[in-house]
């Protein structure tokens, strides 16, 4: 069985950074063809993809957070985190890691289960 957790704070302050942990247990985060992605919902945007990471560590970021995004794999924890900077109230969201499968097109198949984060002074 495969379980993603989101982890981190659940308020940050303007201009400061966000960091979240998704917590993957059941397999591998290494493992082929596994990625390994950041989503978030806010009312403003609705759904948004903000990034992934590749089973061997390669990253992709939409254009239009690339520079604040980045995301990373603890492989020892079997963790991947994401870092957004210079947050803003904007980027208040519930934000989800999510198990992405290549085949013959993208399956996300697990996801965790959502973690609020508001970034208010």
């Known amino acids: 069985q495969v379980l993603l957790q989101e982890s981190g704070p659940g308020l940050v302050k303007p201009a400061q950074t966000l960091s979240l942990t998704c917590t993957v247990s059941g397999v591998s985060i290494t493992t082929n063809p596994y990625y390994w992605a950041w989503i978030r919902h806010s009312p403003g945007k609705g759904l948004e993809w903000m990034g992934v990471?590749?089973?061997?560590?390669?990253?992709y970021y939409i254009p239009s957070l690339k520079s604040r995004t980045s995301i990373s794999m603890e492989t020892s924890k079997n963790q991947f985190t994401l870092q957004l900077s210079s947050v803003t109230p904007e980027d208040t969201a519930v934000y989800y890691c999510?198990?992405?499968?290549?085949?013959?097109?993208?399956?996300?198949?697990?996801w965790g289960q959502g973690t609020q984060v508001t970034v208010s002074s």
């Open positions: 999510v198990r992405i499968v290549r085949s013959r097109g993208y399956d996300y198949d697990y």
């Open positions: 990471i590749s089973y061997g560590g390669s990253t």
